[in-house]
């Protein structure tokens, strides 16, 4: 029986492990007309093993994988930032963050992000963090404007991260830049430009910085609006709309529609918004536009390798759009409600099926298969509103005959799809951590 | 044995018919009377005649649902600390603002009235036009109120109940329907002042526990007994009966009751996180999507 993990977190800090198994597809034997059917096998029931106490304090806000998939970085109300052994759950390091107030509102984690070296965090009042992991005071903390309500760092570059917020176009920085400037810098007041309020970095370095960015964009852009240090990329509105007026910006999520380079990034608002932003053609207005649904835009995911992305809004509804058109190719259906975090994953390596997992408020798992008819393959009640869900490892099931060659066992999956020449180079990567694993051998098929 | 349904003459077939139908009464009658006899000489029979023969009803073949709550030590951990706490762990009073959409019509003036008398502790403020929700929430927050209610209308009738628990606690939308109010009641009683005793039946999954809890929260803590009045918020198939009465012991084994108050019935639409918004998120909603079964209901 193949089987399926997941790691989910919830509003009560509980990380939780479902493991759905699916059952072994039985040929059904050719029964003679009067003796009964043999009866099927009972269905699996998915396990739940949860870790951790309930503690609202500690409730998860995001979760991911951090680069190599060896342990998952969690990041709570409370500041605090745990990377979990994905096997039992124990904290193998943890660093606290301060997490203020403003006003009575609690300030949130909307990013995070974990490599070997290093974990960064921002929270919704900009505050970029870069921690070591290595060494616990070895920290560097980055401004990236007010209001932030998502910041992601690109998968294979990760001194790229995007941000975007409440009057916050999509912006991205470059880290490497930004951590220099601020070594670099005197102690001044941080002037404002714009909106933003970045720090000002002194004249020496601006000049290597300028040389060291791509040419094309900041040429184009107009006196008033350089780009502040760190930026990469800065969009601008659309056009006024039919009445002329200025249309409000409200940016909720934000995901980088190729794994490659920073090409092409979509975003979701909140005016059901959801635009596709093309990098490389220099273009500071979006490419694609499309308004989609009624209610704001609250979660996203990729889907098979940047045609299509999945979204969620605030009343329970998720879609599927085309990243090329705009236009929707269909509604995942059997929310009850509000879909907070989404993730697709394809169970094998080769082209299966993608498969969409989410997790609701309505306390539920679910798993639906992101063919044509969107069908709910599976729903796990978790008794826990939960906010975050992250793809764990696939075990296929043991071969009657020997029909599976060439798929390797227990690969921990990308949550986004992914291309072949990946596929190859991530499996002579880990052809020698197999050795480590003492589950069952199979044999590679070598090419 | 002719059937019946070949016959064309209609004067014959029709006395064929009720031929028929006596016949049957008749075997059904008999087969009643030699049961009654045979039972009460022996009760025995009658009790395993009743355990055998149980209906199904739409509850009792109500579809399985895994969120229906058991002695859970994960979900009583999450309810001793979930928005209703300062109510049930450090006894805080309900407060409770009763207001109206805009422009209300005269109906909705009187069952305000009724509301007002419900809830011990209520006041009702006439909505003005300048002010939207998310205002009348930040003043209401600033009295220390801990719960709203806005009664909607629809042509001249009221047809919603939007219950908003503060500071920060969810927003439960209700559709509001079968009001009768007490002077339509016949036989009604007179409510005097004495709180009331709180019934809530049936609201066994973890959306029917937080809405219970939610109800719960309106009521002061401590009824008095004297008034010897109480309130049911009966849920069932997913439709909250609300039913208020005044009880008297006529012996050990009877009592009488006395309807007062209005009744009305509710029925779940929304349930929101947070104070209401329009752009917030809905934690459950109601869609006709949901309606997969006649035996799968949500409270």
Known sequence: ?447 | MVEINTIKNKLKREELYQKQKNAKAKSKRDRRTTLQKEESSNPEKKEKRLAENVPNTLENTREFDETIVEEDAEVAADEATDEFSQYFQNGLTPKILITTSKGPSASVYEFATELVDIFPNTHFVKRKPQFEMKHIIEFSKNRDFTDIMVINEDRKEPNGLTLIHLPDGPTAHFKLSSIQLSKDIEGHGRTSSHKPELILNNFNTRLGHTIGRMFTALFPHVPEFQGRQVATLHNQRDFIFFRRHRYVFKNAKRVNLQELGPRFTLKLKWLQKGTFDRKGEHEWMFKPEMETSRRRFFL
């Open chain 1, 1 to 447: 029986m193949s089987s399926q993990r997941f790691y989910t977190g919830d509003e009560q800090g509980l990380v939780k492990v479902v493991t759905i198994t699916e059952p072994v597809v039985v040929k059904p034997k050719r029964v003679r007309r009067n003796q009964p059917a043999p009866e099927a096998p009972p269905k699996p029931v998915p396990t739940v093993e949860t870790w951790g106490i309930p503690d609202r304090e500690k409730a998860v806000q995001m979760m991911c994988w951090d680069f190599e998939k060896k342990h998952l970085a969690v990041a709570r109300k409370n500041g605090l930032v745990q990377l979990l052994d994905p096997k039992d759950g124990t904290v193998t390091t943890e660093f606290k963050h301060t997490l203020g107030k403003e006003g009575k509102v609690d300030n949130i984690f909307v990013g995070l992000f974990a490599s070997s070296e290093s974990i960064i965090t921002c929270t919704n009042t900009g505050r970029l963090v870069v921690q070591s992991i290595a060494d616990h005071s070895k920290a560097t903390v980055l401004e990236v404007g007010k209001d932030i309500c998502r910041m992601r760092v690109h998968p294979r570059e990760h001194h790229i991260v995007a941000t975007g917020g409440k009057e916050q176009e999509l912006t991205l920085w470059d880290l490497k830049a930004l951590c220099k400037d601020t070594e670099e810098e005197t102690p001044e007041p941080s002037t404002k430009k714009g909106k933003k309020n970045s720090k000002k970095a002194p004249a020496p370095a601006p000049a290597k910085e300028m040389e060291k960015k791509a040419g094309g964009p900041e040429a184009r852009y107009k006196s008033k609006d350089i780009l502040a240090n760190g930026q990469i990329f800065k969009a601008k509105n659309v056009k006024n709309d039919y009445l002329d007026l200025r249309v409000p910006v409200w940016n909720t999520d934000v995901q980088f529609l190729n794994q490659y380079d920073t090409s092409r990034i979509a975003v979701g608002t909140r005016n059901h918004q959801i635009r596709v932003y093309d990098i490389k053609s220099g273009a500071r207005r979006p490419a694609v536009d499309a308004e989609v649904g009624e209610m704001p835009v609250v979660a996203m995911a990729n889907g098979k390798d940047g045609s299509e992305i999945v979204f969620s809004d605030t009343v329970t509804n998720v879609y599927s759009i085309d990243t090329l058109t705009g236009a929707i190719i269909g509604q995942y259906k059997g929310f009850t409600g509000v879909a907070t975090a989404l993730a697709t994953f394809i169970p094998f390596e080769d082209d299966s099926t993608a498969h969409l997992v989410t997790v609701a408020m309505d306390r539920c798992l679910r798993v639906h298969e992101m063919t044509k008819t969107r069908k709910l393959l599976h729903k796990v009640y978790l008794k826990q509103r939960m906010t975050a869900v992250v793809v764990g490892e696939y075990a296929p099931a043991e071969p009657t005959e020997d029909e599976e060659d060439g798929v390797v066992s227990n690969k921990k999956k990308r949550t986004e799809g992914e291309g072949d020449d990946e596929n190859d180079d991530d499996l002579w990567e880990s052809m020698g951590k197999l050795e480590d694993k003492k589950n069952k051998k199979r044999k590679l098929a070598k090419e």
